[in-house]
């Protein structure tokens, strides 16, 4: 019995090995490999590269089974991986092998880095594109993506300096990390009508500063960060209707952004400094739907005037337009309770009254210092807690009138309100922080 056992051990192994080298020889000659399906030992062998010649040009492809992974993916078909020899001008990729096996899929970096092309033709067979398949081709000025491409992995076209113009085809379900970053010349995108494409991925067109116009498609429902980061020349831009969540920094240095319109009323969320730095934005209203906002949302929008807030808003965050020096009218939404740490400093062209709405719990730290065009502040019923330099350096702030409960009022709350002559505080205070109203030179009541 013993006998045996080693006997039949002895055998599987030298079946295994003449497997192996079978198929090394097998890999040599060109021929493809053993079906992993044959062997009870279940022996995975990645594909055997081949190639054909078509014109002038040699492909290099490899031919996937079913249960292969290729870049970390699970993938089953033909990718061409290698391309050899010169091409001027217009490229047609192939899309069958010679034995008529449709070729699937474009390989991680194929054209990487090549600067003869300037227009391709991608076949109706490819489905996926992985990583780089395009990536610094600096002289390409138009593709077309054709519909039966349902699968992009990311930095596909980035830093494609000429590109021009992109047709998407109709089934793409994402605009992937990085894909067009740095297209610099981009102008037009053609969405070509998709209901496939839900989210446009981070850094997707970050520094494409010739686009001019962005009308995202109503089935777009994510916008990742920085999406749209830098893009200069960007004057007017329509967000979706079913558009869930816009991403921190997507608009970030939009510097030549005039508009801005929700054209739905499903955001939920607007991630941190999303439209920083936007210096000609004139007027911006929040979708109503908005419950959470990033921190500096508008931060440096020089020449806001107008911002409404949305009612289902709770927290106005951290610098939300700090520095708009421009901003003159704040349509305050029907469930903020907080406002948050430097959301308004310096605002310096908020003018005569301000009334804070009584859903207000908390006026943060620094919330509305040098706000130097202040004059008559009304604090609303709901309001416990002014902290600390809320008001400092409203140097023209004659009035503050604080009704209703409040408990609180920090350091230096009312510092350098040299103008302020009169302010209402109700019985409830119990702490009044130090130097709460240090220079104060013109306060006469209390």
Known sequence: MIVLQRLNRALKSAFAIGALIMCSLSARAGSYIIDRDSFSEHIILSATSYSFTDGDITWIYRNFKKGSRYEGEWFNGVVLVEMRGL??????????????????????????????????????????????????????????LPDSINEISHSIFSGCSRLEKVKLGVNIPNISHR??????????????????????????????????????????????????????????????????????????DNSSLLEINFNGNKVREIGGSCFSGCTVLRHFKMPDSVREVGTYLLSGCERLLSVQIGDSLELISEGFCMGCESLTNIVWGSSVETLGYRAFRGCVSLQGELQIPDTVETIGSYLFSGCSGLRHVKIGTGCTSILDLAFMGCEHLLAVEAAGEVEQIG????????????????????????????????????
């Open 87 to 144: 091409v001027e001008g217009e490229l047609a990729i192939p899309g069958t092998t010679p034995d008529g096996r449709p070729v699937t899929a474009l390989g991680s970096g194929l054209f990487s880095g090549n600067v003869d092309i300037d227009s391709v033709v991608i076949p109706d067979s490819v489905e996926m594109l992985f990583p780089g398949v395009f990536y610094g081709c600096e002289y390409l000025k138009e593709i077309a």
């Open 179 to 252: 894909m067009f970053r740095g297209c610099s010349s981009l102008e037009t995108i053609e969405w070509n009508g998709t209901e496939s494409l839900k989210i446009i991925g981070s850094q997707a067109f970050q520094g494409c500063v010739d686009l001019r116009e962005l009308a995202l498609p109503d089935s777009v429902t994510n916008l990742y960060e920085e999406a749209f980061y830098g893009c200069t020349g960007i004057t007017n831009i329509q967000v979706g209707a079913n558009m869930r969540t816009v991403g921190a920094r997507a608009f970030y």
């Open 411 to 446: 350091d230096s709350v009312f510092s350098g309100c040299k103008n302020l002559t009169n302010i209402t505080i109700p019985r409830t205070v119990t702490a009044i922080g130090g130097r709460a109203f240090d220079d104060c030179i013109s306060l006469t009541a209390i």
